[in-house]
């Protein structure tokens, strides 16, 4: 887009160096707040607006690191603002892990703005001139997110994917193409209109992928809203669950002295009138801040205890730490997801297979002399994988604990395809922040693309019932103390992506990088067909 930069050269002449620097930057945090829970959609097109002219303008007499420059500033203040809320999570113990929030919020930011300037130095080094650059960008950032999806265990938080959670018309695009391939698309949309808002007289070479977004998007939204109009509003027989919220503060949940009382409130809410109705009652992640799994008086009076919130003839699914103790001493802890009956027998068993860096294990310990965040001595312990469980009387299970429901394509076992996904989180370190609304954002595009129903419950919120569609069927708000009573929507057919998964995406990249050929040979032609009309 040399053209662009010329247009631009004039106005924007002073905006080097440092200036260039905070542009780049600002940029990245205006983009950021067209994620949830802000949903400003149009600043969206603003941020990735200036970040097309910023690369275009390092077209002129920079090398290629001015790219990764730019794309890694823009990053930093698209990461630093998106992510601010991981703060909090130090704040709870600021005594013992305060000082970590600067390198947690702008390392993470550091670190994570590599990724994006990757895109934008892949989006320079193509052949792609002219407004086909756009494409280019498009499916680079894209190839990034699905990047950072991957690399040292994987941080697919808050894809640009997400812009669209307040259209679950738009979102129905994920069930074809995943989350990474709806980012593709809407990095295009967004970006398009900045090659015609710094042209004078935008011609029809300008608009050409300006013309391409929008009908992308009127496609996208009319197949989205035709494939919701022919959804079916069934549930599974003989299902009732009840959701309990407890909002225990994070301050209390591991306290030794409240342990006693929040375990109490749990079986108090539980037991609320209409109890008896229920076939489920779903705990959320470590909402027994006890173990209760193994062998011994001790363990099996807890259970006896638990058990009274378990509903007549039905089970408790519950999170709650397991801690096993070899022959030689050493301990073993999982963070896991248990199901269990009014005899306080455990039935099923789920182990957290992905982990989250410093919060239940400390990467390097040998080396890092650095405390994990979550309390405890002991690094929990990685499950196997994606499992698809037994629970009595539900549809098979995908057990999701936490941050493992943000992984497209890496949330049910592909060997055997359950009927609906649970999901046990604690998002109460994150307190009143976009932090949960970010999960809770993540956790709906899962049950899109896998075509299956989403059972949440989140110890302080959000708690909810998605159908597969994305459509919340009922909710309890962030920071609320209740219970969530709702039946179970039924399971779709494998969608496109739950089948093919990332050969999905890779159809998107390459449609993508197709378009943005043809886009820039038909510019082509119209600028010569100009030119000898001219003449």
Sequence with gaps: MGGLALALSGRLAGLSGRRRAAAAALAGACAALALPPFDLLPLAFVGFGALVVLLDLDDVGRPLRGAFATGWLF????????LYWVANALLIEWQRVGWMIPFAVFG????????????TLAARATSARGPARVFALAAAWAGAEWLRGHVLTGFPWNLMATVWDFSPAMLQGVALFGAYGLSAFTVLVVAAPATLLAYRRPGLREAVPVLVALVLVLTGWIAGAARLAGAPAGDVPDVRL?????????????????????????????RLPGFETRTHVIWSETATAFAIWGDGEALAMRRAQIAAAVPPGGILVTGAPRIVREPDGELHAWNSLHAMDQAGRILATFDKFHLVPFGEYVPFRGILPIDRIVPGTIDFSAGPGPQTIAIPGLPSASPLICYEIIFPGKVVDPDARPGLLINLTNDSWFGQSAGPYQHFAAARLRAIEEGLPLVRSAGGGISAIVDPFGLVRAELGLGTTGVLDADLPLSLPPTFFARYGETAFLIVLILIVLIGRAVGRAVGRISVGSASHRM
Excluded at 75 to 82: L, P, R
Excluded at 242 to 248: A, E
């Design 75 to 82: 990053g930093f203040g698209h990461f630093t603002v998106g």
């Design 108 to 119: 993470l930011a550091a670190l994570l703005g590599v990724f994006s300037g990757l895109a």
């Design 242 to 270: 009840r959701l309990v919220q407890p909002n225990v503060p994070q301050a209390l949940k591991w306290d030794p002295e409240a342990r006693e009382a929040n375990l109490k409130r749990m079986i108090e809410l539980s």
